[in-house]
């Protein structure tokens, strides 16, 4: 079944006060970005796959994966 608006059951909201900041709210702007640095990660690692390079470390800097690349080179 397709969830639509029409079958889809209520929204309740809740309120969950956090103690640790002055204002009270909990963060939520990092979610949307939270999945996409082992996206980059995974995708440079199958670009390098055969190459024989199986792990880069993050960040990913141009010369890190430089040099990840010459190692591969180098190793044969």
């Known amino acids: 079944m397709r969830m639509t608006l029409l079958v889809m059951p209520p929204v309740i909201p809740q309120v969950h006060d956090c103690k640790t900041n002055p204002i009270g709210v909990k963060g939520i702007g990092e979610s949307g970005t939270i999945g996409a640095p082992p996206v ?3 995708a440079i690692i199958d670009a390098l796959g055969p190459l024989g390079i199986d792990r880069i470390d993050m960040p990913a800097t141009p ?4 040099q990840a690349i010459q190692s591969a ?3 044969g």
């Open 73 to 75: 080179k180098a190793a």
């Open 63 to 66: 010369s890190r994966v430089w």
């Open 40 to 42: 980059v990660i995974n």
